[in-house]
């Protein structure tokens, strides 16, 4: 499976922002598949999940009520709608498919990764 993550940017605080990962491989629609962030210093944390048909999601406290995972398997894409965005935001997003079942929110347990789109949130 090969992630490319895109549509970050700079946005004003409040402001939305729709990140797309895009994929390849014939796994890619039978996978959970999750966000995570990293911003400088600091660890890559889990943003939020969703399982191989989109039935089931997961989201961190901190994005809760925000932001919004969703997939079209026909399109082999997976999008992250997110809506009231803080400074506290900015971080660089990665898309990462399990390449099975699972969809937690254990980093380690993703074994594909994207590149990563840098979202940039101003006050």
């Known amino acids: 499976v090969q992630l490319q993550a895109f549509g970050g940017g700079l946005v004003q605080a409040g402001g939305s922002l729709r990140l797309s990962c895009a994929a390849s491989?014939?796994?890619?629609?039978?996978?959970?598949v999750g966000w995570f962030r990293q911003a400088p210093g600091k660890e890559r944390e889990f943003v939020a999940s969703?399982?191989?048909?989109?039935?089931?999601?997961y989201y961190s406290d901190f994005v809760k009520g925000r932001f919004t995972i969703s997939r079209d398997n026909a399109k082999n894409t997976v999008h992250l709608q997110m809506n009231s965005l803080e400074p506290e935001d900015t971080a660089v997003y990665y898309c990462a498919a399990s390449g099975g079942s699972y969809y937690g929110t254990n980093v380690k347990q993703y074994n594909y990764w994207g590149q990563g789109t840098q979202v940039t949130v101003s006050s």
């Open positions: 969703i399982n191989w048909d989109g039935t089931v999601t």
């Open positions: 491989g014939r796994t890619f629609s039978s996978s959970g």
